[in-house]
T-cell receptor, first 114, second 110 residues
């Protein structure tokens, strides 16, 4: 298995531009998570999906952030418009549903907004 | 979510055992205790989890206190590749949401 796949690995954009991050979870996993990591705030859960349905988006910072999961093998996290304070590493993770199952993380997307 | 307390950093010598402590005194009765680690420039990686009994796998052992208010991750022989931030995470009863705290930065000296 290729593991969780994220693209792009690095993204540099200017303030005000739209950014779309992509994630392909591990086949067969039915939970998907988006996290953000910064030096100041550490690793934060933004949103998670079960069976393609958003369950908890309380971690999404504001309306500029949106996430979708149109099918079991693909999810996107969009920031529109982007701001410098959105600069961070964004991780996607997937797992089988249930608290006893481990999450598998992707390599992350390093976003820099100038 | 249960709050956790971990030392900010620890040092170990290569080939020696390492005991990483975690206090989670507010853990609920049905929360699992998960441990993840994050190597430099990588995403977090699952290490081990348990509920009440001590657990062993190829990476580590997890010792859980009888009252479940604390646990200890044990690396039996630390290697340089074990240098990472280790997170202790009681799971959320609502599902399998993980709330990462600050973790313990483990440094391994050759």
């Amino acid at each position: 298995d290729a593991g969780v796949i994220q693209s792009p690995r690095h993204e540099v954009t200017e303030m005000g531009q739209e950014v779309t991050l992509r994630c392909k979870p591990i086949s067969g996993h039915n939970s998907l998570f988006w996290y953000r990591q910064t030096m100041m705030r550490g690793l934060e859960l933004l949103i998670y999906f079960n069976n393609n349905v958003p369950i908890d988006d309380s971690g999404m910072p504001e309306d500029r952030f949106s996430a979708k999961m149109p099918n079991a093998s693909f999810s996107t996290l969009k920031i529109q418009p982007s701001e410098p304070r959105d600069s961070a590493v964004y991780f996607c993770a997937s797992s089988l549903q249930g608290s006893a199952y481990e999450q598998y993380f992707g390599p992350g997307t390093r976003l820099t907004v100038t | 979510d249960a709050k956790t307390t971990q030392p900010n950093s620890m040092e170990s010598n290569e080939e020696e055992p390492v005991h990483l402590p975690c206090n989670h005194s507010t853990i609920s009765g049905t929360d699992y205790i998960h441990w993840y680690r994050q190597l430099p420039s990588q995403g977090p990686e699952y290490v081990i989890h348990g509920l009440t009994s001590n657990v062993n796998n190829r990476m580590a052992s997890l010792a859980i206190a009888e009252d479940r208010k604390s646990s200890t991750l044990i690396l039996h022989r630390a290697t340089l590749r074990d240098a990472a931030v280790y997170y202790c995470i009681p799971s959320n009863n609502a599902g399998n949401m993980l709330t990462f705290g600050g973790g313990t930065r483990l440094m391994v000296k050759p």
